[in-house]
């Protein structure tokens, strides 16, 4: 284990340099805040994670998010157990009948502000389930979303800049 | 429990199709019969389905493997479950899905059905199974996990900290996929198929490809087969590196998670860099695959393979120098060989209690009928047990995937496909949790008339429960972990 340990510490970093937050993301992020927002809680955000339906390959990614590589941590992004700790519901999936509660419910039970990210091509449009009669529809039909990340799955550095225009728009001003 | 079982009996002297299996139409009596072939471990249960007014079962036993049908009177044909109980579930959804009448069905709770579809909303509150005696309590547990992971329910009922009872409750994530499929075209259907279970993406668009080839008719190019067989060893060194962190992780041992996590992100980069997607979705379509490989490509994939290696052989020198981990895995979460045989469970789970099926050997499709390794077992079939397990398949797949990288000759990687018949297909692939069953019904318009999925966990899920039962609660994870059954691969 020691040395283990020791081989792990003299490899090098395995993290990268933080991204540019995305510029889509910002616009969209900024428009849906708004300067209220901004002021409230400073650069650290904590994030409930959702499957409302997934294929389970946007959760593949988002769990790459807490490798040694991404390490979101450092951004001050967090994820949380409970929907009562969390600023962000991060959610993936075309929203299922069967799920449609379970994912209200865990919205409801967030302390205000919160925001609602809709990750992956299915979140925002069901993706290749459109039209499926199991499943409800695209997030937006059901909460209000502030933020999508598109892709089938989103590589964690999509996700990363996403969440870090989260981070910018809400950042308090100088 | 006679020599020859029913099935052998039955299908001696038929001609295999170009799948594999021979199929037969079977009159009631011949369907119990051979359910309870499956019961007495003649032979065993690979698949169940509905298609159309007919009822299917796909069996397997020695070197044989066939598909069964039966006619239903409207909807009614005789329950497999009541004589096999791993057809249970599968038969709880055919009920949901398709409404047939599985008669004698010793369970008829819905089972993928919540109520919740619009159309036939109940209000029925699902019944738990009961567990009954003094200082028993309950803890229920999900849909929404702590964790980030797919959704389901477990009800334990314990007493104090030790599980007397766990319940699983499932289909949350369930879409309709087979809804979906049904009708759609061949390229639609690679889509949705490649989308069932985002984490075996690879195998499932193999299967899929295997059973419309199958069909169809449709030969691939040796390099394209190769290049799937690269593929699908690369999804499953992913994973098994990534489940023997998760294991270590539940047991608080983050470093060694630490180190697995980087080196699956490892994986994932080289996918990437020479197939355009890092889980190398959409890249195996029936014909071939779509995406070739370059030889910077080929380079990058021989340079991970010896990272790999390195990170294998020092992540179990600190596993085997840790009791105190080892403490966590070895003796927790022990399922009965026998339930496995039962069950027929595929993957690290039936490996891990010397059930030594791979369906790469036991019936071997191209490459894998030509690449040597072997097939790894572990007897002690607990937390331990199936870590190693898996820690054995990362060494056998860095060999062949070496060998497939050195065997790839110049060629097409795509075939036109023939015109399209009437035709049936089926095809049974190994994904990293086990064998993961396709069928495939072509209309003569060429258009998918119906595609039946059915992922390892089916009968992986049910064993948890009984993994589970006498250990403590905080072990759960643990064994949770060392299943990593599919969710959405269960629910479709």
Redesign the interface.
């Given at each position: 284990m020691r040395t283990f340990l020791l081989g792990a510490l003299f490899k090098g970093t395995a993290t990268i340099a933080p991204p540019v937050p995305g510029a889509d993301a910002l616009e969209e992020v900024a428009r849906a805040l708004g300067e209220r927002a901004r002021q409230r809680l400073g650069r650290s955000l904590s994030i409930r994670e959702v499957d409302a339906g997934s294929c389970n390959g946007c959760e593949l990614e988002i769990h790459a998010l807490n490798n040694p590589v991404y390490d979101i941590e450092r951004f001050g992004l967090k994820f949380v157990a409970s929907p009562r700790h969390a600023d962000v519901l991060l959610v993936t999936g075309p929203v299922t009948w069967n799920m449609r509660e379970a994912l209200l419910r865990t919205y409801n039970a967030m302390p205000e502000p919160k925001w609602v990210v809709a990750l992956g091509d299915c979140a925002a449009n069901c993706g290749v389930f459109a039209g499926s009669p199991a499943v409800v529809g695209p997030l937006a039909d059901i909460l209000p979303v502030d933020l999508h990340v598109p892709g089938c799955p989103p590589a964690p550095i999509e996700i990363v800049k996403g969440l870090l225009a989260l981070i910018e728009a809400r950042a308090p001003g100088p | 429990m006679s020599a020859i079982g029913p099935l052998a009996g039955l299908i001696a002297g038929r001609d295999a199709a170009p799948d594999g299996y021979v199929r037969l139409d079977v009159e009631p009596e011949v369907w119990t019969e051979l359910a309870q072939g499956c019961a007495a471990g003649s032979h065993d249960l690979s698949a169940l389905w509905v298609d159309d007014d007919r009822v299917c079962m796909a069996l397997g036993g020695e070197g044989l493997r066939a598909i069964v049908s039966l006619r239903t009177e409207a909807g009614a044909y005789p329950s497999v479950a009541a004589h096999h109980a791993p057809a249970m579930r599968l038969e709880r959804a055919m009920r949901d899905l398709h409404g047939v009448r599985p008669v004698g069905l010793p369970d008829t709770r819905p089972w993928?059905d919540?109520g919740?579809?619009?159309g036939r909303e109940s209000a029925a509150r699902y019944k738990f199974l009961t567990a009954e005696g003094e200082g028993l309590h309950q803890i229920a547990v999900g849909?929404?996990h702590?964790?980030?992971?797919?959704?389901g329910h477990f009800r334990f009922t314990a007493n104090g900290e030790t599980v007397v009872r766990l319940e699983e409750r499932l289909?949350?994530?369930?879409?309709?996929?087979e809804?979906?499929l049904a009708g759609a075209d061949v390229a639609?259907g690679a889509?949705?198929v490649g989308?069932?279970?985002?984490?075996s993406?690879v195998a499932y668009a193999w299967a899929f490809a295997r059973a419309v080839e199958a069909a169809l008719g449709w030969a691939v190019p040796p390099r394209a087969v190769l290049l799937r067989g690269i593929m699908a060893e690369l999804e499953r060194l992913s994973h098994h590196i990534n489940d023997v962190g998760g294991i270590c992780n539940d047991a608080s041992v983050l470093?060694i998670n630490?180190?697995c996590?980087?080196q699956?992100?490892d994986v994932?980069a080289v996918a990437?860099a020479c197939f355009g997607h890092?889980?190398m979705?959409d890249r195996i379509v029936p014909g071939g695959v779509t995406v070739d490989l370059s030889a910077d490509g080929i380079g990058r994939i021989r340079g991970l393979l010896s990272r790999l290696e390195e990170t294998r052989a020092?992540i179990l020198?600190?596993y085997d120098?840790?009791p105190s981990l080892q403490d966590r895995t070895v003796t927790t979460g022990i399922v009965s060989p026998d339930l496995v045989r039962q069950y027929a469970a595929g993957g690290f789970v039936g490996r891990a209690a010397g059930r030594a099926f791979d369906t790469r050997k036991n019936f071997p499709y191209a490459p894998y009928d030509q690449l040597p390794f072997d097939i790894k077992t572990r007897t002690t079939s607990d937390v331990d047990a199936r870590l190693l397990v898996r820690m054995d398949e990362i060494a056998e797949s860095l060999k062949i995937v070496g060998l497939m990288l050195d065997w790839l000759a110049l060629g097409d990687i795509r075939s036109c496909g023939p015109a399209a018949v009437a035709s049936e297909g089926a095809a049974l692939v190994e994904a990293f949790r086990g064998d993961v069953f396709r069928s495939v019904r072509i209309a003569a318009s060429g258009t998918l008339a119906r595609v039946h999925v059915r992922d390892a966990s089916w009968f992986q899920w049910p064993l948890l429960e009984a993994a589970v039962e006498g250990n403590i609660v905080a072990d759960f994870p643990l064994c949770n972990k060392s299943f990593n059954c599919?969710?959405?691969g269960h629910?479709l």
């Open positions: - | 993928l919540h919740r579809w619009p849909p929404v702590a964790g980030i992971i797919e959704p289909g949350y994530v369930h879409k309709g996929v809804g979906l639609r889509a949705i989308r069932i279970s985002g984490d993406t470093t630490a180190r996590t980087l699956r992100e994932l990437n890092r889980l979705m020092e020198r600190v120098s840790m599919s969710y959405s629910d």
